[in-house]
């Protein structure tokens, strides 16, 4: 095999790419069939027309870039964040927002922590809450608007991915996010995280 | 007979060059940022969160992707004894590798983002890079096809397997339906998602960030110190390792979290095989870069391929170490991972690049380096820049672990989060300091290039006598 590999192109390819496959088949491609499985158990619920904008926010705005959503299953964890993950909390989580790095943190239940006025001052002025944080300040989400026919975009996106969205809610959708700020958007899904899959004894302290 | 690959490979080298600067200077400001907040400017497009994606994917994609596609096209040509296989698709690649990375970093400034982690760009980008892959390869195996020596060059195998595995990895990581222009939804959720990604993630580490400069040290180091490569037999080791393993090892990303634990345990015992083909080259390019004694002692340059070598055994025994459960526990979400990361992009992909610009840049364009005693200067400050770095997010992220998981003897957190982040201020000052030093470096060897390119040519007279 040595060989022929170091002469001829062909099977340098070949044998390179079987051999690189071999990874994917093993524990990469079985994750694309859990998500039946997970649907059926999760008590996740689909984000409402508001809560998936402002999760397009999150994502557009970096937010990844610090703040984790995935408590792992450890003692100190669930104290300092509550509840951990289970695989089929983020069934619907099209593009997985766990993250890497907790510079700032966890997220997963932090719509069980706050009220949305704290969230919004929180978001415009971070340091006026909490002296100590270098969270950047964003104080123009609540200045621009939410372009409308973008979060119509998304939904539908999602229910071809397999969200379980009405066309009715599709429809009434407009009506719930116009006029509102990205920033309003953003609250709501923040508010929205840990709330479906809350349970007894696994609040915040 | 290599005009056209000589000035391709300068203009690859050079685009290398002038976005390794602006990548580094990008990671400067987010270091900065985490340090002094203000400056964030409360701005919509040079916050962290938009600065952080735009640091790695200018590193990754400009610094690093330059670096290997116009090295290993290089190679490829001399090696195989034969011309690229066509001229105009190379500069096809060149200009729209330049041209997609513009218009990339400029949609994640305005949150066009997958958040996937070097994998941000959305899918516009993605099928223009997806393009670009392709026709790299092509040209890559079209002009080893009609090579004229019997045997494909070691470095040729480590290029080549970073372009089937990285264009592989990849398309898979990036299937998304398109929601609106620049915005998409990966078609994987939830832990699906995180599986793809890591699967990429780990591999855009193992491939664009060691196996391509592994194989261009192949060709490079033994042409520096003018001897033979150490050991044909351990560069196969390498080569099969790497390929056989590191494709495996990804799910260390994921310890603890909600995946099935057995694929944790995969990631785990994978990352700790790849320790053996990992020193395996390590030793190898050592035993290469220290046969010629002369050299060794005289010349700078050979240092920085050192260096660049202790760095890669360095990270490569911390990464195992990691994807152990017990240090796992602390080291993830920590900054001990971005010390991590950058003991080897620092370390030893800058270190790399850094030797190869000051071999190969005279030897393109046919001149004396210009100063060897700046080269020296650039060795001092680079290697200060990474110490500084790295112990600091050692004690720093280490430090941020255990407090994070420590608690009292009645079982409650023994420190609040404003505790552990007044704790780790003096460490990201540290690192950014550590970071600025390597960029003053860059800056020194920038000026020494650019002297060494501006001397009058050397008088050639060929069959003068």
Same mark, same amino acid.
């Given at each position: ?19 690189? &496959? ?8 079985? *994750? ?5 499985? &997970? ?38 964890? %669930?104290?300092?964040?509550? %509840? ?32 949305? *006025? ?22 123009? &989400? ?19 991915? *397999? ?30 995280? *840990? ?8 609040? &915040?302290? | ?191 699906s998602d995180a599986l793809v990604q890591w699967w990429w993630g780990h591999n855009a580490v193992g491939f664009l960030l060691t196996a391509g400069f592994v194989g261009t040290n192949y060709y490079f180091i033994p042409k520096l110190v003018n001897r033979p490569i150490y050991s044909y037999r351990l560069s196969l080791i390498t080569f099969w390792g790497l390929i056989g393993f590191y494709t495996w090892a990804g799910t260390h990303h994921l310890l603890f979290t ?208």
């Amino acid at each position: 095999m040595e060989e022929s590999i170091s002469k001829s192109v062909m099977a340098f390819i070949t044998i390179t790419t079987v051999v690189v &496959l071999f990874s994917f088949f093993v524990w990469v491609f079985p *994750g694309f069939f859990f998500t039946n499985d &997970l649907k059926e158990i999760t008590t996740a619920k689909p984000y409402t027309a508001l809560e998936l904008a402002g999760r397009d926010v999150y994502m557009a705005e970096g937010c990844v870039a610090c703040h984790t959503q995935m408590v792992r299953n450890l003692e100190p964890e %669930r104290k300092r964040y509550g %509840r951990p993950n289970k695989m089929e909390d983020d069934v619907y989580e099209f593009n997985f927002l766990w993250s890497s790095q907790r510079t700032g943190p966890d997220l997963t239940n932090i719509g069980l922590k706050y009220t949305e *006025g704290w969230h919004k001052q929180h978001l415009i002025n971070p340091q006026a809450i909490v002296p100590a944080s270098i969270m950047p300040q964003y104080p123009w &989400l609540f200045e621009k608007k939410l372009n409308v026919s973008h979060v119509i975009a998304s939904m539908k996106a999602m229910k071809k991915l *397999g969200v379980p969205y009405t066309d009715t809610q599709i429809e009434n959708s407009s009506s719930k996010v116009e006029g509102k700020t990205k920033g309003d958007a953003l609250v709501a899904y923040l508010m929205s995280l *840990g709330v479906d899959t809350r349970e007894k004894g696994g609040d &915040l302290n | 007979m290599y005009e056209n690959e000589e000035k391709l490979t300068k203009a690859f080298v050079i685009a290398a060059i002038i976005w390794g600067v602006i990548g580094m200077c990008m990671g400067l400001m987010a270091a900065l940022q985490l340090y002094l907040p203000q400056l964030n400017f409360a701005n919509e497009y040079i916050n962290f969160g938009k600065i952080r994606p735009l640091h790695t994917n200018a590193i990754i994609f400009g610094l690093v992707c330059n670096f290997i596609i116009g090295l290993s096209l290089y190679i490829v040509a001399k090696t195989s004894v034969v011309n690229l296989v066509s001229k105009g698709l190379s500069w096809f690649l060149f200009w729209g590798w330049q041209i997609t990375l513009v218009i990339g970093l400029i949609s994640i400034a305005l949150g066009y983002t997958s958040t996937k982690e070097y994998a941000e760009f959305e899918w516009p980008i993605d099928i223009a890079i997806v393009v670009l892959w392709l026709t790299f390869g092509y040209i890559f195996f079209g002009t080893l096809a009609k090579r004229k020596t019997k045997h494909i060059f070691v470095s040729n195998w480590f290029s080549g397997g970073v372009i089937i595995v990285i264009g592989l990895i990849y398309l898979i990581n990036n299937l998304a339906i398109p929601v609106y222009a620049f915005k998409g939804y990966s078609i994987f959720s939830g832990a699906s998602d995180a599986l793809v990604q890591w699967w990429w993630g780990h591999n855009a580490v193992g491939f664009l960030l060691t196996a391509g400069f592994v194989g261009t040290n192949y060709y490079f180091i033994p042409k520096l110190v003018n001897r033979p490569i150490y050991s044909y037999r351990l560069s196969l080791i390498t080569f099969w390792g790497l390929i056989g393993f590191y494709t495996w090892a990804g799910t260390h990303h994921l310890l603890f979290t909600s995946v099935p634990s057995w694929i944790q345990n995969i990631g785990v015992v994978m990352s700790i095989l790849l320790w053996i083909p990992s020193w395996a080259g390590a030793f190898n390019a050592w035993m290469t870069c220290t046969s010629n004694k002369e050299e060794l002692k005289t010349n700078p340059v050979v240092w920085f391929f050192l260096s660049s070598i202790a760095y890669y055994a360095l990270a490569t025994f911390e990464g195992p170490l990691m994807a152990i459960r017990w240090f796992n526990m602390i080291a993830h979400n920590t900054s001990w991972v971005i010390g991590h990361v950058h003991s080897g992009a620092l370390g030893w992909v800058g270190m790399t690049c850094i030797a190869t610009f000051y071999y190969f840049i005279p030897k393109l364009y046919k001149k004396e380096l210009y100063s060897y005693g700046l080269v020296k200067v650039h060795f001092v400050l680079a290697h200060i820049g990474v110490l500084f770095y790295i112990v600091s997010l050692w004690i720093g992220g280490i430090g941020q672990g255990v407090k994070s998981l420590s608690l009292t003897e009645s079982g409650s957190l023994t420190y609040s989060f404003v505790d552990i982040l007044r704790f780790m201020e003096p460490y990201m000052l540290g690192r950014a300091i550590g970071g600025a030093l390597f960029i003053l470096g860059m800056l020194v060897m920038v000026y020494n290039l650019i002297m060494t390119v501006k001397k009058p040519q050397k008088v050639v007279i060929e069959g003068a006598y």
